[in-house]
């Protein structure tokens, strides 16, 4: 009887009872800290990788160089070109050196600004000459055609290899400059002898290195032969309109135009 007693149940169930409670209490403690240490750990590392991104996006700035064009030897005298690029874009033209002394200092004054912005506007040697100013012109666009293809190749030097460094080679032939010689024609008043700057397949430069002298000639052949020049690198050909009161000038100066592109094979 005294070991069924309700009060000695009552004392065992409750010793059960806080042994269990006990039991439960001392192993979440050990539970928690597990957990919370593996939470805690992989916030961390995800931190570090979103650091990581920005270091690895960095971008190069375009940079700037300047070319000097070839020196051109003109009637009146040297003209050289300087360019600053930036990114293969021409952002800054100059004319180091330009005819000076006389009437050439007036012509240059004109001439060089104009033809300055003409290649900033272009980005290329494919700009008008100067009224006035036909050789001035002409030897700029030359110095400005050599200093492009110098820019062109330094780049194409350094910024590519193996099958696009190929393919730019044979393009360079079509830049290269070249002076042709006509025959010299037999007018009436003398020999018309004309001499060609070609630019690949391009007229850049026209001039008569014979043309009729003395008396009227003189006179006739200073106002004929700039006007031919002009016309003959704007046509491109020997398609050009004989100069009123030069006939026979115009008519020798042609002929000896169509040798010089006959030579050059154009």
Known sequence: MKKSHPIRRVVLAT????????????????????????????????????????????????????????VVKTQYGPVQVQLTMSGGKITKADAVQAPKGGTSDQKTALAVPKLNQEAIAAQSADIDAVSGATYTSGGYKQSLQSALDKAKA????????????????????????????????????????????????????????????????????????PALNQEAVAAGSADIDAVSGATYTSGGYKQSLQSALDKAGG
């Open 154 to 225: 330094a780049g194409g030097t350094s910024g590519s290899s193996g099958a696009a460094g190929a393919s730019s080679s044979p393009q360079a032939p079509a830049t290269q400059t070249r002076t042709v010689t006509g025959n010299v024609a037999q007018t009436q008043y003398g020999p018309v002898q004309v001499r060609l700057t070609l630019t690949g397949d391009k007229i850049t430069r026209a001039e008569a290195v014979q043309a009729p002298s003395g008396g009227t000639s003189s006179q006739k052949t200073a106002l004929a032969i």
């Open 15 to 70: 010793a059960a009872t806080v042994s269990g409670i006990v039991l439960l209490l001392s192993l979440k403690p050990a539970s928690d800290p597990a957990a919370a240490s593996a939470a805690g750990g992989t916030t961390p590392q995800q931190t570090a990788a979103g650091q990581e991104s920005p270091q690895g996006g960095g971008s190069q700035q375009t940079g700037t160089q300047t070319v000097t064009g070839d």
